[in-house]
Nanobody, 128 residues
Framework: QVQLVESGGGLVQPGGSLRLSCAAS????????MGWFRQAPGKEREFVTA????????YYSDSVKGRFTISRDAAKNTVYLQMDSLKPEDTAIYYC?????????????????????WGKGTLVTVSP
C-alpha cells in the first residue's frame, strides 16, 4: 500500500525558512514525478511545485518561484520542499503528491489531475 507522509511543518515568522519532507513507502518513486500542493483556509488546493522523475526539471508556481526549492533523494524515496523568505500568504496545509506514471513529466505535472497518490498534509503557519 502506497503511503506519502509529510513532516516539517510548523509556525515560522515572516522571512523565515522551513524544510518539508515527504517520505514515500509501499513502492519506489524513483521513476515518478513528485509534487507539492497547498490549501489555504477558505481556498482551493493549488499547485506549488513538481519535480521530474530524474530530478532535472521542475515547475514552480509564480507565487513561490525564487523562494521555494524542490528536491528529491531517490535512495531515501523522499522529496523535500525548502521554503525561504516565507510570507503570511504561504500559510496553508502542504500536501505531497506522486504521479503513478513512470518517466512522465509534462503538461499535467502542474495540475492535481496529474497526481494519483496524496499525503495527508502538514500545516505551515507564517505569522509574527
Amino acid at each position: 500500500q502506497v503511503q506519502l507522509v509529510e513532516s516539517g511543518g510548523g509556525l515560522v515568522q515572516p522571512g523565515g525558512s522551513l524544510r518539508l519532507s515527504c517520505a514515500a513507502s509501499g513502492q519506489s518513486f524513483s521513476a515518478n514525478t513528485m509534487g507539492w500542493f497547498r490549501q489555504a483556509p477558505g481556498k482551493e488546493r493549488e499547485f506549488v511545485t513538481a519535480l521530474s522523475w530524474n530530478g532535472l526539471t521542475a515547475y514552480y508556481s509564480d507565487s513561490v518561484k525564487g523562494r521555494f526549492t524542490i528536491s528529491r533523494d531517490a535512495a531515501k524515496n523522499t522529496v523535500y520542499l525548502q521554503m525561504d523568505s516565507l510570507k503570511p500568504e504561504d500559510t496553508a496545509i502542504y500536501y505531497c503528491a506522486a504521479d503513478r506514471r513512470k518517466y512522465y513529466f509534462g503538461r499535467t505535472s502542474s495540475t492535481a489531475d496529474g497526481f494519483d497518490y496524496w499525503g495527508k498534509g502538514t500545516l505551515v503557519t507564517v505569522s509574527p
